[in-house]
């Protein structure tokens, strides 16, 4: 969420990027993904986070709820040592991109820490941290989560 809002305050337009307290049950109406990325008040994508095993279940749970709030889409997020059934997702995917024009992507969370840190560009350090702590905070995110995020945050560069 941090990456991610740094990344949309580079664009034109307003922008707001919303990351929703972590093992919520997604009650709440205005709540799409675990991330919901809006530029000029519309959703623009979603994000899912899913740091353990996960099934074509629950990746079709989070397209269906992106589908409902207005969104084209999504991008799931996967811890590092999650399992799932990539080729049973990969013809979900291409389905999806087919007949409901929606866009699914899969990405492990160093590709996508290592992918937003590189499209954002050079800024200081600093604004990154803050950025860090101000999205944990609104996540409510467990000690354990917060060293982690750290951990990846470090791998990818940003010490």
């Not at 269906?64 to 999504?74: D, E, F, R, T, V």
């Amino acid at each position: 969420g941090s990456l991610m809002g740094i990344y949309m305050d580079s664009f034109e337009g307003d922008s707001k990027v919303t990351v929703h307290p972590v093992n919520q049950s997604g009650a709440s109406s205005r709540e799409i993904s675990d991330i919901d990325v809006y530029l000029g008040g519309e959703i623009y994508y979603a994000i899912e986070v899913k740091d353990k095993n996960f099934t074509l279940s629950d990746i079709a749970h989070a397209v269906k709820k992106a589908q409902k709030g207005g969104c084209a889409s999504l991008i799931f997020v996967h811890g590092e040592t999650a399992t799932f059934d990539a080729e049973g997702i990969k013809g979900y995917r291409e389905n999806l991109a087919t007949s409901e024009s929606f866009n699914l992507q899969i990405v492990s969370v160093n590709s996508y820490t290592t992918m937003i840190v590189a499209l954002v560009g050079v800024i200081d350090k600093s604004v990154f941290w803050r950025e860090l702590s101000k999205y944990a905070a609104s996540a409510k995110v467990k000690d354990a989560t917060s060293t982690h995020m750290l951990a990846t945050a470090k791998s990818c560069g940003w010490s």
